[in-house]
């Protein structure tokens, strides 16, 4: 078992930045991707989380296009982190946000979620 614990969320002004961490603890050394996925006031359902940013333990990163420039994911492998430094937020960003983790072992993984909220 994997256990992800994020933080960091909270409202910032249009243009502004924040800083989300995630934690994971458990079998951690199984883990394969980590990365960060959003999902939209009024969005319920699971299948409508957005990929935002993945990294590989290798520290491969991918981006989705709407968040490409502006944010960048990192990961400290020693303290079994990783962190969205987002940068220029736009009202649209507002979403909560999940940490996400795949194992080796084809096992994912999920946070509890985190609400950034971009809006003056």
């Known amino acids: 078992q994997v256990q992800l614990v994020e933080s960091g969320g909270g409202l910032v002004q249009p243009g502004g930045s924040l800083r989300l961490s995630c934690a994971a603890s458990?079998?951690?050394?199984?883990?394969?991707?980590m990365g960060w996925y959003r999902q939209a006031p009024g969005k319920q359902r699971d299948s409508q989380r957005e990929l935002v940013a993945t990294v590989t333990s290798g520290g491969v990163t991918n981006y989705s296009d709407s968040v490409k420039g502006r944010f960048t994911i990192s990961r400290d492998n020693a303290k079994n982190t990783v962190y969205l430094q987002m940068n220029s937020l736009k009202p649209e960003d507002t979403a909560v946000y999940y940490c996400?983790?795949?194992?080796?072992?084809?096992?994912?993984?999920w946070g509890e979620g985190t609400l950034v909220t971009a809006s003056s």
């Open positions: 996400n983790a795949r194992t080796k072992f084809f096992r994912t993984y």
């Open positions: 458990g079998f951690t050394s199984t883990i394969n991707v």
